[in-house]
């Protein structure tokens, strides 16, 4: 994925590729050029490193509050367990949402993380029963933004910084084009 914040100086630091598939949507991360350990806590998730998803499965680009079809998952590489080396995967609420997704269970979403001697490689998967309307044929494009969170490196998003409310306005993210091979 493009990360166009770069444009306005943001920092490049991680590699994120995402892909899908009729069962739903899976990435994997690369985060390098780290010299401590990933901050990560599944009690404090806002606060943590990690990689943030966003997802829209009906693309309403004009409204300002997210609707039940708008998705917010959150993947730390580690911060689980109780040693803290777990990595963790949830389906966090989207402020002042008008309405929620349907809740899903502890163990839904699919994650791997492998930490490496200057960052961590991630990976995960958010099955397609894990997304409220979720309907690659009828909705073929979907509202998308992500961004990766690091206390050390920074904040590298698709587009806007966190110095704009796109982790609760869906008409700041963009667009994805969910193309058949």
Same mark, same amino acid.
């Given at each position: 994925?493009?990360s166009?914040?770069?444009?306005?100086?943001? !920092?490049?630091?991680?590699? +994120?590729?995402?892909?899908?598939?009729?069962?739903?949507?899976?990435?994997?991360? &690369?985060?390098?050029? &780290?010299?401590?350990m990933?901050?990560c806590?599944?009690?404090? +998730?806002?606060?943590?490193?990690?990689?943030? +998803?966003?997802?829209?499965?009906?693309?309403? !680009?004009?409204?300002?509050?997210?609707?039940?079809?708008?998705?917010?998952?959150?993947?730390? !590489?580690?911060?689980?367990?109780?040693?803290?080396?777990?990595?963790?995967?949830?389906?966090?609420?989207?402020?002042?949402?008008?309405?929620? !997704?349907?809740?899903?269970?502890?163990?839904?979403?699919?994650?791997?993380?492998?930490?490496?001697?200057?960052?961590?490689?991630?990976s995960?998967?958010?099955?397609?029963?894990?997304?409220?309307?979720?309907?690659?044929?009828?909705?073929?494009?979907?509202?998308?933004f992500?961004a990766?969170?690091?206390?050390?490196?920074?904040?590298?998003?698709l587009?806007?910084?966190?110095?704009?409310?796109?982790?609760?306005?869906?008409?700041?993210?963009?667009?994805?084009? +969910?193309?058949?091979?």
């Amino acid at each position: 994925m493009p990360s166009f914040g770069a444009l306005s100086g943001g !920092p490049i630091f991680a590699d +994120l590729r995402v892909a899908w598939a009729p069962e739903g949507i899976g990435f994997t991360v &690369k985060v390098a050029g &780290k010299r401590a350990m990933p901050w990560c806590r599944d009690t404090r +998730l806002d606060e943590s490193d990690g990689v943030h +998803l966003w997802i829209d499965t009906r693309n309403s !680009p004009n409204i300002h509050r997210a609707t039940q079809h708008c998705h917010r998952f959150l993947w730390l !590489p580690a911060g689980g367990g109780p040693q803290r080396e777990r990595p963790v995967a949830r389906l966090v609420p989207i402020n002042r949402a008008r309405g929620n !997704p349907k809740p899903i269970g502890d163990k839904t979403l699919q994650i791997h993380a492998a930490p490496k001697h200057d960052g961590y490689e991630l990976s995960g998967l958010i099955p397609a029963s894990a997304m409220t309307g979720f309907d690659p044929i009828d909705q073929p494009r979907m509202g998308f933004f992500y961004a990766v969170a690091d206390r050390e490196l920074g904040y590298q998003s698709l587009t806007l910084s966190d110095a704009f409310p796109v982790a609760e306005d869906p008409s700041l993210w963009g667009e994805a084009a +969910l193309i058949s091979p």
